[in-house]
Each structure stands twice: as C-alpha cells, then as structure tokens.
C-alpha cells in the first residue's frame, strides 16, 4: 500500500546512491521466506513481545506456555562471542557496558545486558534490517527498524545496537552511557574500526598428539548437544 516503507540499497555501479527497492522485489524472496518474509508494523512486533514476555512470566493468559518459551529462548549452541549482525563485542573494559551473546536457541539468542538476561534476533533482507530484543524479568521490548544499505549492513547493525542500548537504559531507569554523538560513531570511541583485531584464540600449526585415539568418541554438552571427534583412516596420527 502507499504507506509501506520502501527499503533503500546501495547499487555497486552507483557509488553511495541509495535507491528505493520496489515493493515487487521484496514478493521474490521465494525461499528464504522463513528469514525475511514477515511485513509487519511496530504496533504488531510490540503485541508479539508483550505475547512472549507474558509467557516467560507464566501469566495465566499466555499463548504458550514458559516451559515451552525457555525450550526456545534456552541455548543449543554456544555463540563464542558473536554478536548479532556486528562482530564488534561489546565488553567491559573496552565498554562502559557488557552486551553479550551466550548462546542461539531456536531461533532466539540469548545474553546479558548489566545482569539482566535477554534474548533477541534481527534480520535483513533488501535494505531492510530489523532487530528485536526483550528483557522479559523487566517486562521489557525493543523492536527496531531501520533501511538503507552499506557494505555488509555493518554501519546498519551497529546504528540499531547502539539505538538498542540507549532505549534499555532508558527503560531500565538507568543512566544512558550512550548519547547522539557516540551513537552515531558507535563503537568509536570505545573501540577503533581502523585497528586490527587480535584472534581471540591461539592458532596452532602440525600439532602433534601423542595419543589421538584416547580423544575419539562422542561428546554432549547442553549448548553443545552433538560433538563427534574421528581419528583420520589415512593419517592415523590425525584426529
């Protein structure tokens, strides 16, 4: 209809011109419908988290019930540190703030943010870039929206996690550490976009292992449900 938002995307034979996607685009998305093929409006995302909050607290009138909520929201897989759509770990000491991703459930990741559990997803498709986050033991949600494009939506997604950050202060009666400067060059300056990063691991090349076999077998963690290690057939001293 005429007030749908268009999304806006950068053409790679343009430069930075951002241009409208027509509404026929977005009905082509076909396949990948599960994970960009909702239209909605914020008044519907704030009737869906109020539907999910109310069922974390096991209210009466819950569309499901919590049990089922946590079987979703709970961790299956650990993130290592990832962050939704911005590699950019929001962390003490770098930060003034921890905002941390724990673990992907299904379909829900879930974290901390100053010692309140949350969990959250966004999306993206065709300048369209969307995230939505609850603090449910607050009665807390936060859906936001934004369009345009830039290479790899990374200037998108830290603009939406910095906005994020400031609304759950304010809604939390704490005092905001993010303002509309740092907003706007969010994560800088906090943390430089123009430095390398340091692996968070240490890499290790031909390592020998005495006794590889010991290690084979089966392994099961609860965010780690399936973990197989093999001994290699041609390189039996390879796992």
């Not at 790679?12 to 419908?33: C, D, E, F, Q, V």
């Not at 962050?83 to 829900?108: H, W």
């Not at 949600?141 to 400031?166: E, I």
């Not at 976009?193 to 692996?199: A, G, K």
Request: aromatic share 12%.
């Amino acid at each position: 209809g005429e007030e749908f938002a268009l999304p806006y995307k950068q053409l790679p034979s343009t430069g930075n011109t951002l241009y409208p996607i027509p509404i026929s685009a977005l009905k082509r998305i076909g396949t990948h419908n599960p994970a960009g093929g909702i239209v909605s409006t914020a008044t519907d995302m704030a009737k869906y988290m109020n539907a999910l909050i109310a069922a974390y607290n096991g209210e009466e009138d819950a569309v499901l019930e919590k049990a089922v909520l946590r079987r979703i929201t709970g961790a299956c897989t650990h993130m290592g540190g990832m962050q939704m759509g911005d590699p950019t770990a929001v962390e003490k000491p770098t930060f003034n703030e921890s905002f941390v991703s724990i673990g992907y459930g299904i379909g829900y990741i879930s974290g901390t943010y100053r010692g309140y559990e949350f969990f959250n997803h966004g999306g993206a498709t065709y300048g369209h870039y969307s995230l939505i986050t609850m603090i449910p033991s607050k009665n807390i949600g936060v859906f936001t929206v934004v369009s345009g494009d830039t290479p790899g939506g990374l200037d998108n997604w830290r603009m939406q996690k910095a906005m994020l950050m400031y609304m759950l202060d304010v809604m939390l009666g704490e005092e905001p550490w993010i303002d509309a400067e740092t907003g706007c060059s969010f994560p800088e300056p906090w943390f430089s976009l123009n430095r390398n990063m340091e692996p968070r691991y240490q890499e290790a090349d031909n390592t020998t292992v005495p006794t590889p076999q010991i290690y084979v077998g089966n392994y099961s963690t609860e965010v780690f449900p399936r973990l197989s290690i093999v001994q290699s057939l041609l390189y039996r001293e390879t796992i």
